[in-house]
């Protein structure tokens, strides 16, 4: 564990490799959204955002998945990094679904191929690169409050 986390409840710490496979997951998801148009499977997709948001990472569907099947496999992680800045990105993503859906399901069309867009982006970029944008985001809103974030 990185000591930059000494001191740190555990239930705020979690495996890296957890958001990552849940932005892959994501990106499937919304991928097929967005070249389906499906405003019922956006929708679903943001309900998992908002479960991560609000509840937390471990109780996200993509979290337990991860924990239950993957990470079994994985072993322990070398590190692990604070919870807020992806639980932050899950509520960045929730905002997304939620016009998305609104776009998709009432209109206009153009907000939900927008919304959805957008979130497949910041998806795909955690999925393929490890480059979270929400979490830069806290991180940033984190400096610009004059707080130092703890990396990790």
Do not use: K
């Amino acid at each position: 564990m990185s000591d930059a986390f000494v001191g740190t409840p555990a239930a705020a710490v979690i495996d890296p490799r957890g958001p990552r496979f849940a932005a892959a997951v994501t990106t499937v998801v919304l991928a097929v959204s967005l070249v389906t148009g499906s405003g019922p499977l956006l929708a679903a997709q943001t309900l998992v955002f908002a479960v991560g948001a609000l509840l937390g990472l471990r109780y996200s569907p993509y979290g337990l998945l991860y924990r239950a099947v993957l990470r079994p496999r994985l072993g322990p992680p070398e590190d692990v990094e604070d919870e807020r800045p992806p639980r932050f990105a899950q509520a960045v993503g929730l905002g997304f679904g939620v016009l998305g859906t609104i776009g998709y399901l009432v209109g206009p069309v153009w907000l939900g191929i927008a919304a959805c867009a957008g979130a497949l982006a910041a998806a795909f970029l955690n999925a393929a690169f490890g480059y979270c944008l929400g979490c830069e985001l806290y991180l940033l809103a984190v400096r610009l409050r004059g707080a130092e974030p703890d990396r990790g």
